[in-house]
């Protein structure tokens, strides 16, 4: 035994503590990369919002305000074409939200404890919906819509509220396999107790799953409002007049009039429109982080 411990390599206090010390000064490298990297452009959106119209365009320096104002906020919360694009993308946000929470929630109960055949190959079926951009959807989306106006006479573009009808199909695959995976980490003893005593698979989700599973519903939650809050595409494809646009296009439609960009104001509404999602994250991130590490830990 002497012997075999003799011949162990040995680490010195010094030398773990040199180790140490490499590795923090990498750590703090990358950290600090990682944050030039990220936080550059909303500073020089920030940056940019400050400065009139004037100054964004003389030749001076892009990170240095010379005369500072909040212009370009005022006349953006001021205007009702922006207030109500803000509105409406919080409306069609919300209501997306609670559409995709009771259609996932109640699917992903069904595929991770009430097990059926063929439930394992629609669980990833559903994930693999997920996967099929919306670029590829919105073609065929309009043609359906354009069935939909001549077989029925319901006109569906141009309207704000189809939106509510299209962003689930973003949201509720990858929101079921979120709750799948969070159902599948708690333990079975749980629903076949509340079994045995009587329950029904429906109180069983109510009372025992929904109150566990908070974590992993919080994080579906934000996944489905940030999805659904900074969407483009299919507002850009299916709504044309003010009224009925949304922030993200409706910043871009008003704002660019031609080869005239109004930057200040784009980076002010750009800004404003990344609040909402920022502050839910600033307060919700540990849930977040939570319920989409669930189903890691399983086992």
């Known amino acids: 035994m002497s012997e075999t411990t003799a ?3 040995t680490l010195s206090y010094g030398s773990m503590s040199r180790d140490r010390k490499r590795a923090l000064w990498w750590s703090y490298f990358f950290l600090i990369v ?3 990297f990220f936080l550059t452009p909303p500073i020089y959106m920030m940056v940019t919002s400050l400065k009139t119209s004037a100054e964004i365009s003389a030749a001076t320096s892009p990170w240095i305000v010379q005369s500072p104002t909040l212009q370009n906020y005022v006349g953006l919360l001021t205007d009702s074409v922006f207030l109500r ?4 993308s919080a409306v069609v946000s919300v209501i997306v939200v609670i559409i995709t929470m009771l259609v996932s929630v109640l699917a992903a109960f069904a595929l ?3 097990k059926f055949w063929g439930s394992a190959t629609l669980a ?3 994930f693999l919906t997920y996967l099929i951009t919306e670029t590829l959807l919105f073609i065929p989306l309009f043609k359906m819509f354009a069935w939909v106006k001549e077989t029925v006479g319901i006109e569906l573009i141009n309207q704000w509220w189809v939106l509510i009808l299209l962003y689930p199909t973003l949201t509720v695959p990858f929101c079921t396999w979120i709750m799948i995976g969070y159902f599948s980490s708690i333990p079975k003893e749980l629903d076949e107790a509340a079994l045995i005593d009587g329950a029904t698979w429906f109180q069983t989700l109510t009372r025992i799953f929904i109150p566990v599973a908070i974590p992993g519903i919080i994080a579906a939650t934000i996944f489905a409002f940030t999805v659904s809050w900074a969407q483009f595409l299919y507002p850009l494809a299916f709504t ?3 009224e009925e ?3 993200p296009v409706g910043i871009i439609s008003t704002l660019i009039k031609g080869d005239v960009f109004n930057w200040g104001q784009i980076m002010a509404g750009a800004l404003l429109g990344a609040a909402p999602p920022l502050i839910i994250y600033a307060f919700l991130m540990d849930y ?3 319920g989409l590490t669930a189903g890691a830990t399983k086992g």
């Open 7 to 9: 011949s162990l390599p």
């Open 34 to 36: 990682f944050a030039i």
């Open 85 to 88: 694009f803000f509105r409406n």
């Open 112 to 114: 991770a404890r009430m």
């Open 124 to 126: 990833t079926g559903v």
């Open 240 to 242: 044309t007049s003010a």
């Open 245 to 247: 646009l949304v922030l």
């Open 288 to 290: 977040y982080i939570a």
